[in-house]
């Protein structure tokens, strides 16, 4: 299983970033974004289900982010608008084995390799 994390960069406050991530040797799996700030622990993003049809957030996020994915393309998407200096932050995607959405790390069995995100004030 591999995972392809990309579309990082840098941002101005209020900007937007899409982030995308394809996987391949696994499908129909549930996938989750995570991200580490320097100095600080991992920190859940947003999590979407095989279907697509449930998703999560952090308390963080919400009402700014987008989570979502192409079956077709088995990648996940994560649309990110008014972004913040707060935002930036090493952005890893992962794939979970079970059929619902999770927040918890330890859930998650792959991870991509990460892609940066810095939003600059």
């Known amino acids: 299983v591999q995972l392809q994390a990309s579309g990082g960069g840098l941002a101005q406050a209020g900007g937007s970033l899409r982030l995308s991530c394809a996987v391949s040797?696994?499908?129909?799996?549930?996938m989750g974004w995570f991200r580490r700030a320097l100095g600080k622990e991992r920190e859940f993003v947003a999590a979407i289900s095989w279907s697509g049809r449930r998703t999560g957030y952090g308390d963080s996020v919400k009402g700014r982010f987008t989570i979502s994915r192409d079956n077709a393309k088995n990648t996940v998407y994560l649309q990110m608008n008014g972004l913040k200096p707060e935002d930036t932050a090493v952005y890893y995607c992962?794939?979970?084995?079970?059929?619902?959405?999770?927040?918890?790390?330890?859930?998650?069995?792959?991870w991509g390799q990460g892609t940066q995100v810095t939003v600059s004030s």
């Open positions: 992962a794939v979970t084995s079970t059929l619902i959405i999770t927040t918890k790390e330890n859930e998650y069995d792959y």
């Open positions: 040797g696994l499908t129909f799996s549930s």
